[in-house]
Each structure stands twice: as structure tokens, then as C-alpha cells.
């Protein structure tokens, strides 16, 4: 008897059990997870920080609207900014995870992963890679972040009709961020009535600059566009005013980040960044400035802004396909966003091309060290 | 799952013939290379050149990828020959480096930084090997003849003279051994080996740049070798499993916050390091006596 009560005790419990374990499965029925690759250790470790800030707010807005019927979660992996940890990562967020889309970022991880993207029909979004190649990995690579040829026939009227500067040299790495604005500023300056006097190219690695800055006072230019990116850029707009240049720089996203904006040298830069208005009263801006200041209590920046809008991108797209009751993968979220049009987004209304590639306004900003300021804004 | 899993075991079998081809020298012969990414690289860009160029077919592209990094060994046995000890990881420093500058400016081979895209999958007699498992099996058919070959050499005479070179060049020497051509040959057996790795792994990735043959790399592979074990056969291939395994580990464990994961990751190989330096210097799988207190001992 009293065998049977205990087996009857336990039967009752195992029931229990497995009843609330249903129950639980039931209510989390609808939630979501997609994945994010960033660097999270070694050099680069304070961009996973800067990126993952946009997407995880993000997050947050949209399980605090409920836009899913479900909670939304970003399942992070290191890639390191290496080509094979993020072929890794990307592994597991595909086929462990079962993850629909990932947010990407660093060139060689994105061209890395593409491949993976195609044949598993996951989407891949960058944000902050801007070489013009990442406009050709395939329909499952999307970049929400407009590419740097873009960037400079957004700069080269405003400096040439309204600021008068004619004679321009470019300092630019050598790989294909660099050689793209190289072929795009020699093509489109000649139109606009400006000129390229000299094209120095430089090592990556590089964080010497004294020679090249002897160079850049011969040609004595009135511009002198920087195609470089990290702790480089820094590094060349320091020495450069060290070796007594005088003119101002101009640049393209890549100038947007803190360390830039701070530095006293840079002050009287310009460079192009998408078209935030971080004063506008646009509600998906207003939001999203307003509550990145105060958990951060700081300004937000294009890159967090470009990742905010990957993440909030998949909420919408989520939401109609959820909506029409079709599934959440890949390839309905591709098949969504070619069927919308546009998207509210920070900044606005945006669009994308055929390749997957945001269209949007540009603006051309100046660091003053106090924020920077919007000088002019431009049509997509 | 599944493909996850044969995703780690095939970079495993990749990274397991780079230690194993790094023991080789550096646990046998004495010669403590910080270049072997290099010759990692020149293996991979050859590969990929050919299967993008020519052919897929790993029975031509292999044995093009040994030859080349092969004959550019030569440049690494130059320093071999005349220097020893930490003038010779000086001397394979400035090779990594010139080697990194190659691949990034050398535009019309390698790509640049931008790196080569659009690899096709390895080809046997005309079957593209895409499918990954079928590029397990390939990478194991690599690993496997890599490890008996390595083996064989280091049972055989050859084999002593590495072990007397790296006990005492000079005793070697005056034993009438031919210090410099056993130096030369180890060294191009060696990176012809990791040529083979590069092959492999160009095929797998279908893209390369030089993001995966920097000094991290060597760094790493002299990582892989240590922990488990220099001098060893087994040794290598247990330090790759434990390094390639642990940030995975890391991953799952789920008290850890996610965006710190590569922080602690970090710091925990850091101790990992410190502690088997200490307490098991031979590694996981070496004595657990440093060899000098061996050498007193008897």
C-alpha cells in the first residue's frame, strides 16, 4: 500500500511537472532570439560594446511594445573581428540557435559569413562595414548602413560649390574601402570643378605618419580627405596637426566615433555620416535618442543608431510576417522586405536597393567638441 | 546541432596539422618559429589562386600549395641555420611580418586586405566536396596521413638527429651530423605540411584574408602546442581540442553575461597558461618534469 501511494505520489508529480513544463513551453511559444557577431575580446572588443548598446535598446523598445507577441532576445557570439571565429560563431547561431537573421559587423567576418547566410537562407546585417564589396554578398547580406561610395558623392558638391575647396588630397588604406573612395573621388571630383593633387595610400597597420604629413604640405591642398578607420584616423589627424597642417579633414562614417569627436585635433571636421537628425521630433528618433541618453548618458553615434536600426528593421519585418501567420526565417524576411517599401527607422523613412543596401539621406556633419553639428543634408 | 558541431571538428582537424606541423619543428627540433601562420597563409592563397585560377581538384591544388610554401620555407631556414634560440624567434618575428605585408599588398594575387572570395569547393575526381560533412572526412583523410607521416619521420633516423639537434647542436655536430640540412629539411617538411592545412582551410572557408595569418595565429598554434604538449605526437592535438573547445564551453555556460564571455574566455587561457607552466610544463600530455630537471635527474 504504501509502495503504491508513493508510485501514485510520484505519477502525480511527474505529471505536474511535465504539465508546467508544457504550460511554459505554451506561454514562450512566440519568442524570438536572432544572433549578433561582434567582437567581444581582443582589440576591437570596444566596438562589440558600441554596437550591441543600439541593438540591445532596441531589444528592449520593441519587447516593451510587444511587437512580437513574445519576448525578442539577442544571442551574442564573439567573432574576435576574425574571419574563422566568425565563421564559428555564425555556425552556432545558425545551427544551434536556430537563429533567422544576424547582425555582422568587420569586412573580413561579413565576407566570411556570407557564404554560411546563402546556403542556410539566414539574413546577415552590417552596420558598420562601409567597402562597397559588401554590396555584393549575395541576397541574404544586407547592409543598413549606406556604403562609402555613397558617402562621398554626398561631401564632394557641399565642399566644392559651398565651401570653395577645390584641391583636395587623400590619404586612404590601401584595401577596397580605400581604393572604392580613390575611384569615386577622382571620377566625381573632376565634374564638380575640384581636383585630386595627390593620392597617399597607407598600410593598415601603419600609425606613423610623418612622412606622409611632408607630403600633404607640399601639395598644400584645401581639403584633405582621410579613408582610414580606428585608432588610425586618430593617429593621422593628431600628426598631421603636429606637423603643422593647417587645412581641415574631411571623412565618411568612420569619423562618428567618440575618440574622434573628442579629440581637440579634429575640431573644424567634416564628414558624412546618414541623415539623424538627433534633435528630430520624429517619434522612432525621439525615442531612441531620449532613452539612449539617459541609460547611457551620452549621445548616441551613427554605428549605434545603424544597429539599433538592424535590430528594430527585424522587429518589423517579424511583426507583418507574424501577422500573415508565416514563419519567422530567412528567407520570409527577405521575401518581406522586398515586398516593403520603406521603413521607420531612425532618421527617418528609409528604403533598400535591389543588392540589399540601405538608401537613405546623407548629412555632412562638424565636429565642433561639443557633440558635432549637422552642416547640410543631402537627397538620397 | 549537427552542423555545428562538424563545423568545430573540421576547423579542429585544420588547426590540429598547423600544431602538429609546429611540433614538429619546434617540439623536435628545437627551432621556435613565430612565422608558421605564414606558411599557413601560403598555403591558402596558392590553393585558392589554383582552384580560382585552374582547378578545384585537391590532387593538383595540395600538392601546388606544398610546393610553394615548400621552396618560401627556404627563406625561414636561412635564419635556422645561422642563428638559434630567441634570435631565431626575433629572425621568424620579421618573417611573420613581412609575410602579413606581402599578403596585404601583393593586390593582384592575394587580394590585398580585401582577401580572396568566391573559392570553389574542393573537387575529387569532378564531386565538389561542399556538403560538411563530406569535408570532415576529407580534413580527417588530411589529419590522419599528417600524423602518421610526422610519426614515421620522427621514429626514423631522421627523427634522432631532430631530437639530438635540439638536445645539443653542437654535440651533433661533432657526432658528424649534417646540422644544416637536417635544420633545412625539417623546416620544409614542416611548412609543406601546413600548406596542406592552408588548402584545406581555403576550401572550407571559400573566402581568405590576411585576418587569418597574422602573428595571432602563430601565437595561437605555439598556444595549441604547449598546452598540450611539445615533443609529443599526441600533444598538439589535444592543446587544439582544449582551445578550440573552451570558447564554446564559455558560450553555454549561461550565468556568464554574454558580451563579457570573450573577456573572462581570456583571462581564464591567461591562468590556464600560467598554471601549466608551473605545475605540468611539459603540457597536457608531456612529462610533467621541465626538461632541464630531467636532464639533472639522470
Known amino acids: 500500500m504504501t509502495k503504491l501511494s508513493k508510485a501514485f505520489k510520484l505519477g502525480v508529480i511527474a505529471c505536474a ?18 544572433g549578433a557577431l561582434f567582437p567581444l575580446s581582443g582589440p576591437n572588443a570596444s566596438y562589440g560594446d558600441i ?129 572604392a573612395i580613390r575611384k569615386e573621388l577622382e571620377g566625381a571630383l573632376p565634374p564638380a570643378g575640384g581636383k585630386l593633387v595627390e593620392a597617399l595610400s597607407v598600410p593598415a597597420t601603419a600609425q606613423q605618419f610623418g612622412g606622409i604629413a611632408a607630403r600633404v604640405r607640399a601639395a598644400n591642398p584645401d581639403v584633405i580627405y582621410v579613408a582610414s578607420y580606428g585608432s588610425q584616423q586618430s593617429q593621422i589627424v593628431k600628426q598631421f596637426r603636429d606637423n603643422g597642417i593647417k587645412q581641415p579633414f574631411a571623412s565618411y562614417t568612420a569619423f562618428s566615433i567618440p575618440e574622434i569627436n573628442a579629440q581637440p585635433e579634429a575640431a573644424g571636421s567634416m564628414y558624412t555620416s546618414q541623415n539623424i537628425d538627433w534633435n528630430s521630433q520624429d517619434p522612432v528618433t525621439k525615442r531612441f535618442v531620449d532613452d539612449y541618453k539617459k541609460k547611457y548618458n551620452k549621445m548616441p553615434t551613427a554605428y549605434i543608431a545603424n544597429y539599433y536600426n538592424a535590430v528594430r528593421m527585424f522587429g518589423l519585418l517579424a511583426q507583418q510576417l507574424i501577422k500573415k501567420g508565416q514563419p519567422v526565417t530567412g528567407e520570409n ?21 535591389e543588392n540589399g543596401t540601405v538608401t537613405m539621406p546623407m548629412q555632412i556633419n562638424e565636429i565642433d567638441g561639443k557633440g558635432g553639428k549637422v552642416l547640410s543634408t543631402s537627397a538620397k | 546541432m549537427l552542423a555545428y558541431l562538424l563545423n568545430l571538428a573540421t576547423l579542429m582537424c585544420i588547426n590540429a596539422v598547423l600544431a602538429i606541423t609546429l611540433n614538429f619543428i619546434m617540439g623536435y627540433a628545437g627551432i621556435f618559429s613565430i612565422a608558421h601562420a605564414i606558411f599557413f597563409g601560403v598555403g591558402a592563397y596558392s590553393a585558392a589562386w589554383v582552384a580560382m585560377n585552374a582547378s578545384a581538384n585537391i590532387f593538383l591544388v595540395i600538392p601546388v600549395a606544398m610546393v610553394v610554401a615548400g621552396a618560401l620555407s627556404l627563406v625561414l631556414a636561412l635564419p635556422a641555420l645561422r642563428v638559434r634560440g630567441e634570435y631565431f624567434v626575433a629572425a621568424s618575428l620579421g618573417l611573420q611580418v613581412l609575410g602579413v605585408t606581402v599578403f596585404s599588398e601583393w593586390k593582384s594575387v592575394t587580394g590585398g586586405l580585401g582577401g580572396m572570395i568566391g573559392i570553389p569547393p574542393a573537387e575529387i575526381f569532378g564531386h565538389a566536396v561542399a556538403d560538411p560533412a563530406q569535408f570532415l572526412l576529407l580534413a580527417l583523410c588530411c589529419l590522419v596521413p599528417v600524423l602518421l607521416a610526422t610519426g614515421v619521420l620522427l621514429r626514423s633516423s631522421f627523427g634522432r638527429n631532430l631530437k639530438a639537434i635540439r638536445d645539443s647542436e653542437t654535440a651533433a655536430y661533432a657526432f658528424g651530423k649534417n646540422v644544416a640540412l637536417i635544420k633545412t629539411m625539417s623546416v620544409v ?45 599526441l600533444g598538439p592535438i589535444v592543446g587544439t581540442v582544449l582551445l578550440m573547445l573552451l570558447p564554446g564551453v564559455f558560450s553555454y ?23 601549466l607552466m608551473i605545475f605540468r610544463p611539459g603540457g597536457i600530455v608531456g612529462s610533467g618534469k621541465p626538461r632541464a630537471a630531467k636532464e639533472k635527474a639522470a
Open chain 1, 51 to 179: 554596437f550591441g548598446s543600439g541593438a540591445n535598446l532596441a531589444a528592449e523598445h520593441i519587447n516593451a511594445d510587444n511587437l512580437l507577441g513574445g519576448k525578442l532576445s539577442i544571442q551574442y557570439e564573439d567573432s574576435q573581428a576574425l574571419p574563422q571565429q566568425g565563421v564559428i560563431g555564425m555556425n552556432k547561431l545558425v545551427n544551434v540557435q536556430k537563429v533567422p537573421y544576424v547582425l555582422s559587423a568587420f569586412t573580413g567576418v561579413s565576407k566570411a559569413i556570407s557564404t554560411i547566410a546563402t546556403r542556410t537562407r539566414t539574413v546577415a546585417v552590417n552596420g558598420g562595414g562601409v567597402g562597397p564589396d559588401l554590396a555584393e554578398l549575395g541576397q541574404y547580406f544586407w547592409n543598413i548602413i549606406p556604403l562609402a561610395n555613397y558617402e562621398v558623392r554626398a561631401i564632394i558638391p557641399y565642399l566644392v560649390n559651398e565651401r570653395k575647396m577645390k584641391n583636395f588630397v587623400l590619404v586612404y588604406v590601401d584595401d577596397p574601402l580605400g581604393q
Open chain 1, 333 to 353: 524576411l527577405l521575401k518581406q522586405r522586398v515586398e516593403t517599401k520603406t521603413f521607420d527607422l531612425v532618421g527617418g523613412k528609409v528604403s533598400f536597393a
Open chain 2, 189 to 233: 617538411i614542416s611548412a609543406m605540411l601546413a600548406a596542406v592545412a592552408g588548402a584545406l582551410y581555403a576550401f572550407y572557408m571559400g573566402f581568405i584574408n590576411v585576418e587569418s595569418f597574422m602573428l595571432d595565429t602563430s601565437v595561437l598554434l605555439m598556444a595549441m602546442v604547449i598546452i598540450g604538449g611539445t615533443g609529443t605526437l
Open chain 1, 17 to 34: 511537472l511535465a504539465a508546467s513544463a508544457a504550460a511554459s513551453t505554451a506561454s514562450y511559444a512566440a519568442d524570438v532570439t536572432i
Open chain 2, 253 to 275: 555556460m549561461s550565468f556568464l553575461p554574454q558580451t563579457e564571455i570573450g573577456s573572462i574566455q581570456q583571462i581564464a587561457y591567461g591562468l590556464a597558461m600560467v598554471l
